[in-house]
């Protein structure tokens, strides 16, 4: 019978890949949710672990996947983050209002 420490360590690396998992399919949802003029806003869904994206990434910046790929509790948050200035009007209003809540509904779904 495995030990404690040895459980939770399990426990522990299982819930991390799961937290991976969610951030990783939520940032795909939003990517291919996103509506597309010249494609900024699609690219600039970022992952990091950590503390939010700061900045925002040229278009053509393939999804920055490995930011999370290696997951642990101890890494703190995930974030998927958009940094491009216009996202927040995007969403709020027009043909694609609500995509983004839609698409991390799905994402979050998604197993």
Do not use: C, W
């Not at 709020?92 to 779904?109: C, K, T």
Request: proline fraction near 6%; hydrophobic fraction near 50%; charge should be negative.
């Amino acid at each position: 019978m495995a030990g404690r420490a040895a459980v939770m360590a399990e426990l522990e690396a299982e819930i991390a890949a799961e937290i991976a998992a969610k951030a990783i399919n939520v940032q795909a949802e939003l990517i291919a949710a996103a509506p597309v003029d010249t494609g900024f806003l699609r690219a600039n869904f970022q992952l990091s672990v950590g503390a939010p994206a700061e900045d925002t990434v040229p278009i053509g910046t393939p999804p920055n996947v490995e930011a999370v790929a290696a997951y642990q509790l101890g890494d703190g948050s995930a974030f998927v983050t958009n940094n491009a200035d216009y996202a927040p009007a995007v969403n709020a209003r027009g043909v694609h209002a609500g995509f983004v809540e839609a698409a991390i509904d799905r994402g979050l779904r998604s197993p």
